[in-house]
Nanobody
């Protein structure tokens, strides 16, 4: 069992930036692909970004391409989601997930999920 913990959420104005972090205290994420998903009120959970275990591949949903960057530091055992040029429509609870996945954008492929961190972007 891998306990995943997100941090770094908060409230910012449109155009601002936040960096989310995903860690697994006491365990390693290094063997897993890691994805970020988000869920806005009244909407279904959606894929945001993902990174392969060795950082060889990254994936993004179209709405965040050019604005968000996913990266990982396998020495620190942390995965980051740098979010720039934030928009009000980015407001959601952001979840980190880890697993040995086939489809990086499919949440059902991920085995371990965090509790989420709130991101609120005001206009």
């Amino acid at each position: 069992q891998v306990h995943v913990v997100e941090s770094g959420g908060g409230a910012v104005q449109a155009g601002g930036s936040l960096r989310l972090s995903c860690a697994a205290p006491g365990r390693t994420l290094n063997n897993y692909a890691v994805g970020w998903f988000r869920q806005a009120p009244g909407k279904e959970r959606e894929f945001v970004a993902a990174i392969s275990w060795n950082s060889g591949s990254t994936f993004y949903t179209d709405s965040v391409k050019g604005r968000f960057t996913i990266s990982r530091d396998n020495v620190k055992n942390i995965v980051y989601l740098q979010m720039n040029s934030l928009k009000p429509e980015d407001t959601a609870v952001y979840y980190c997930a880890a697993g040995r996945v086939r489809d990086y954008s499919d949440g059902s492929d991920y085995e371990y999920w965090g509790q989420g961190t709130q991101v609120t972007v005001s206009s």
